[in-house]
């Protein structure tokens, strides 16, 4: 709680106001390249495009790749939802860009894009973070916000707990991972098992045939010291080096061991300690929901668990469907509508991609 941030003060002018925004998200953090149309709360259209398929041979992301992709993908895919939404570029109120966290060059290649946009409409830009949109997502599906709920951002470079009273201006960070991020971690058990890159849903569906009780893992943090002063806080890299350990031991040994049972007893590791301190931090803060986001919300033990967790102490959780768990258009539209409606002010015209951007910065 030392270390917590709050979100710096946010100018908010009545002149960027607007109740019912048509705001256009343009996703360029990894691999997708999305764009979406949404008009206040309500989604209108959203179109992905991916590159993932070209890294499956690397095993990892290929950032040049990546930003080429974005390149040849942007105004194909643009087109495409304007013509689904039946919407002409003239009619859009702002522009909404993920401005970070992300890798350098697709960012750079989306922010390109949407300055060349907006300068030529002559509309307002606004650079967001995309990791809150992982979480200002969740209104297009579920509705309005609730007044202050604790947010559980979860992905391939993020595993977070956030205190959140308006995403477009208080946002407090309350911890997050020491080392591996959730995704990050299911990845490198997903290669240390053999499984095609990304290993995340792999070792998901593997997870899901095995047994939770066969091997018991390691929880990160857990001993009352750091419990305390880790209230927040993740850690899997001694989990992931545990089953690393456990698995070459097998192979040197000759000996058969259950991948499904190493998914299952890992998967529930991580799981345990999401799940744990996300309804911890809602019982300390006194809040009564948990919105959950980001790529690795698409787990199905986390989506599962928490429901089962967070129902035995009357709390309510919101988590966006599968297809908006991953990276999209839809969430970066969704934090830019959010900011329009509350009034805050648009970004400069040269603000430029913010690969580390804080989660306690929403804009720009
Ligand atoms: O949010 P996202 O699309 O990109 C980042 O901003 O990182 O998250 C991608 C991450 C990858 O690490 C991927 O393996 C993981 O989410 N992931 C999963 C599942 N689906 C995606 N991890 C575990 N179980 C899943 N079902
Ligand atoms: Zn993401």
Redesign the pocket.
Request: include cysteine; glycine fraction near 24%; hydrophobic fraction near 20%.
């Given at each position: 709680m030392d270390t917590a941030l709050k979100t710096p003060q946010l100018e908010t002018s009545q002149q960027w106001r607007k109740e019912k925004p048509l705001v256009l998200g343009i996703e360029s953090?990894?691999d997708?390249t999305g764009f979406a149309l949404v008009r206040g709360g309500e989604l209108l259209v959203d179109r992905t495009a991916t590159s993932m398929d070209e890294y499956a041979r690397y095993g990892g992301i290929i950032p040049e790749i990546a930003s080429r992709a974005h390149l040849e993908s942007f105004l194909p895919t643009l087109e495409s939802a304007l013509t689904e939404a039946h919407v002409r570029l003239e009619e859009i109120d702002a522009i909404a860009v993920a401005a970070g966290?992300?890798l350098i060059g697709s960012l750079t290649v989306g922010i390109c894009g949407a300055k060349a946009l907006a300068q030529t409409l002559g509309k307002p830009i606004y650079g967001v973070n995309?990791?809150l949109g992982?979480l200002a997502v969740d209104e297009l599906v579920d509705g309005p916000m609730p007044e202050q709920f604790i947010g559980l951002v979860?992905?391939?470079?993020?595993s977070n707990l956030l205190h959140v009273r308006d995403l477009a201006t208080d946002v407090v960070e309350l911890g997050g991972t020491l080392d591996d991020?959730?995704?990050?971690a299911?990845?490198k058990v997903?290669r240390l098992l053999g499984l095609p890159y990304?290993?995340?849903?792999h070792?998901?569906?593997l997870s899901q045939a095995g047994n939770v009780e066969a091997i018991k893992f390691p929880r990160g943090l857990a001993s009352a010291r750091d419990k305390n002063k880790y209230r927040y806080d993740f850690s899997f890299s001694g989990l992931k080096t545990a089953v690393s350990r456990y698995v070459s031991a097998h192979e040197k040994q000759g000996e058969p061991f259950s991948p499904e049972d190493v998914c299952a007893g890992f998967?529930e590791a991580v799981n345990d300690s999401l799940t744990a301190k996300a309804v911890q931090a809602c019982l300390d803060l006194e809040c009564s929901t948990i919105v959950v986001?980001?790529?690795?919300?698409?787990?199905?033990r986390?989506r599962s668990l928490i429901e089962e967790r967070a129902q035995a102490k009357g709390l309510t959780v919101r988590m966006p469907p599968l297809r908006f768990?991953?990276?999209n258009g839809a969430q970066i539209a969704a934090i830019g509508s959010t900011l329009v409606r509350a009034g805050v002010r648009p970004s400069e015209s040269d603000f430029a991609p913010d690969s580390q951007m804080s989660l306690t910065v929403p804009v720009m």
């Open positions: 953090t990894c997708e966290p992300g995309h990791v992982h979860v992905s391939g470079g993020h991020a959730a995704g990050e299911f990845d997903g990304p290993g995340g849903p070792v998901d569906k998967s986001g980001g790529g690795y919300s698409a787990n199905s986390l768990c991953t990276d």
